[in-house]
T-cell receptor, first 112, second 114 residues
Framework: DGGITQSPKYLFRKEGQNVTLSCEQN?????MYWYRQDPGQGLRLIYY???????QKGDIAEGYSVSREKKESFPLTVTSAQKNPTAFYLC???????????FGDGTRLSIL | AQSVAQPEDQVNVAEGNPLTVKCTYS??????LFWYVQYPNRGLQFLLK??????LVKGSYGFEAEFNKSQTSFHLKKPSALVSDSALYFC????????????FGIGTKLQVIP
């Protein structure tokens, strides 16, 4: 079955620590995205990538970093510079940016 | 800058009644428009899209949406609501003339009352 896998489902971060959220897709999609979801604020775009080895900042990229070394993988690192990281993080992919996105089931990040 | 507005935080409808979830957008070029549904602690699922062509778009689970260029709206509709339709609904837009970055609305919670 094709789809997007996010891991882990729950993640806890200590003060000053960087954590990495995994996102893997086997849909052969070129475009991949990371969103942050907070209650009452909808989805906010962190980073997106339209092709391997290229990515662009979204609306709230500060405190986050990404890489796109393989077509199927788009990991997100939440750095210690992100002072309010507690949120539900969603990864998505699409054939191209103007086609529908397929979403993973999210990672819920909390502060210890 | 492109934007999407979902003016209602929550919509309540009785089971069997028609439902409408509102969405308006703002883009500089032509819009690509999408509706998604989210169930608790899950990712979003695609319902339907408008790229070009007929203004009435039919999608999954009996949902449809009407593209209205003059009112810059793309309201989601269903003729007869089911309790299982209760979920969070998101409208999204991509500006065909821009960097093709997607912008989501803040979501509307649909509550279908038995």
């Amino acid at each position: 079955d094709g789809g997007i896998t996010q891991s882990p489902k729950y993640l806890f971060r200590k003060e000053g620590q960087n954590v990495t959220l995994s996102c893997e897709q086997n849909l052969n999609h070129d475009a991949m995205y990371w969103y942050r979801q907070d209650p009452g604020q909808g989805l906010r775009l962190i980073y997106y990538s339209q092709i391997v080895n290229d990515f662009q900042k979204g609306d709230i990229a500060e405190g986050y970093s990404v890489s796109r070394e393989k077509k199927e993988s788009f990991p997100l690192t939440v750095t210690s510079a992100q002072k309010n990281p507690t949120a539900f993080y969603l990864c998505a992919s699409s054939i191209v940016t103007y086609q529908p996105q397929h979403f993973g089931d999210g990672t819920r990040l909390s502060i210890l | 800058a492109q934007s999407v507005a979902q003016p209602e935080d929550q919509v309540n409808v009785a089971e069997g009644n028609p439902l409408t979830v509102k969405c308006t957008y703002s883009v500089s070029g032509n819009p690509y428009l999408f509706w998604y549904v989210q169930y608790p602690n899950r990712g979003l699922q695609f319902l339907l899209k408008y790229i070009t062509g007929d203004n009435l778009v039919k999608g999954s689970y009996g949902f449809e949406a009407e593209f209205n260029k003059s009112q810059t709206s793309f309201h989601l509709k269903k003729p007869s609501a089911l309790v299982s339709d209760s979920a969070l609904y998101f409208c999204a837009v991509v500006d065909s003339g821009g960097y093709q970055k997607v912008t989501f609305g803040i979501g509307t919670k649909l509550q279908v009352i038995p």
